[in-house]
């Protein structure tokens, strides 16, 4: 058994060297550690004599905040390194390959996607990918569905929810998503200039009622195992292919918070996108296709989910008539609601999105920031009555013309 | 570390024995196995010379089901043992102190309560328990509500949710309530006489809907420990006194379903009255005592909860104004849903109830068994819009009647 120790790059290279394959026994290896050190390392090792590469992960027992340490269970290295063998069994070549792992040290061994680029990276810079929606609604789709009760052994599924309790990254969501950005918070980071919008966060009585029912689900509704921090940040892309990221949020959760990371996200970049484009032909180009994305990122996501039920249900009961229809409603109003609270966080909470705190216009960057916020809080109020992704997108309209009047 | 063997009188005898406490060195005790058989042995061990006495209960490696042999974990015993102690802890005196156990020999020793009587035996019999739902609404006030998001911290719920993952025992409910009553399945029993009813079950659309919601509840719903069983036959009781036995079904589920048994098993025995009462007035006033017992035990239960809720709230986000109604209207639909679920498998499922399955005369335990399936569909059907204990009267009311005519 392996004791516990932070990597430094020699060590990362040691390890290489003793991994059956990539590398050649004599071979010359480099390591960068290219993490944001925040909650681990991660180590990129190529072959000076090859076109090889690996990345080594490794979990840190703190996360650095705000200057200060924050304890954070290892346990998450193993619950990381799981998720992503079972996400690669349910969607081969949609997350990384795991090669080798270490438990005890807290470390994954796996395949490195430096051919791709960051999703978030790439938004920011105009790129299209007209693939994505596909393939992140195939991944939700199917991660989602056989982990679910509605895809698996009910009784594996517990055993399965069993391995997968994750106290200290739950309690990080629970804190940042649903909880401060409601009220005064030492972790809460927003400029001054918005501090009328963080101040009817913390006042706002129908939308603090909406929050809390959001946060019962996330700590109550065990329904499949979830991704747990699927932003765009988590993604890597390329126009022709995407890659899942990051699991180490996984835990038995509501779907809807999946879906909805992925929607909150395109629409975090929708409205920084004044920010971004001058040209207002342009912007209005690039606002469709956001908007497009949303829209289809939902249908694909419910098609294949629908498709999933019809073909691979192991729910006897589950074929009942209309009960596919109400479950597929709630899977909905659930993305709606957790999209919202998502953009919420990424405004006035601890952690930002590039797409809008880079914007280098102090002016628009505030307007992207209000408008995200307006968006985010009618996602919130509406998602216990909304039915289609067209209500959603009038909702994301009205909420923009409303915070510009 | 001992090894598994089912335990004979002499075995407990000698256990007894050797425990610190409550016998002689020298005792003369008696052994006798007063269990079913089905699931567990159950010694009751007396001392010829004095008036103690402890019970020793052990799991079988199996459940003995329509004459075949049903493989189930032992984990359970470890399981029923620990949410025994947490009980106590919450509810000191109304569940039996643990006095020893193994985890190994799937046995705990514990407090006898032969001076009680199973709350079933005691309805059947006529007897009154003014101070029932005083105390069951305690019970499960306090059980629920501390081993819930809203009493207990957030992150030590969740491992204690992984402590009590419990997939044999929930695979019976989910068969035997939320499936198997409602399809043609080899463990269902009922008299032929009620062919009807039972087609009808299998063919009822709209009650096949509001099941499978039930169902995914069951499934998904972690939201407090519950007792998982907590029918007639596992309360002991005196008209001073109520003891909470056999948590052996214990996992994290919908509170609901706890209430809802309760309030099942009192109409159960309501259904059952007529065929054990002659006498009009005295009927009447029986049927009015059980029916004033259900809607006690909803009531006291909600203002225990209710005084909870303000006094012993660990999450801020919960005092949100309206959020507690609306917990609390959810938490009532559910009962009520999971209630009528109940009385429909003692019927038509495996397992049924002596008020109604001992009835002497054919014709009136028919009336008695068609009468509890009105009553059961009804509240299934209507769960979802319910709003008063009140309403759940009137519709065993307009069941009956429709029954009847």
Redesign the interface.
Known sequence: MSQYRPFTPQDAIELAKTLPGPFAADANLDCHEIGDGNLNLVFHITDQNSDKSIIIKQALPYAKVVGESWPLSLVRARIEREILQEEYRLCPGMVPEVYHYDDDLALTVMEDLSDHVIMRKGLIEGVSYPLFAQHIGEFMARTLFFTS?LGMD???K??Q??RF????Q??IT?DLI??EP??IAEKNNYDVSIEDEAEALRTD?VL??E???L??KF?????ALLHGDLHTGSIFVTPESTKVIDPEFAYYGPMGFDVGAVLANLLLNYASLPGWIQDETALRERETLLLNMVRDVWTEFESRFRALWVNDLVD???K????QD??VQQLFRDSIGFAGAKMVRRIVGLAHVADIDTIPNATEREHAQRKALSIGKALIKNNRRLNTIGEVLDIVSTAVSTNKA
Chains 1, 2 share one sequence.
């Open positions: 009760d009910q009784q594996l517990k055993e929810q069993g309790i994750n106290p200290d739950c309690k629970e649903f909880d409601y009220r009585g603090h009622l929050v809390a029912l946060r019962e700590l109550t509704h065990g329904q006897p009961m589950a009942t008539p209309r009960y109400l479950y």
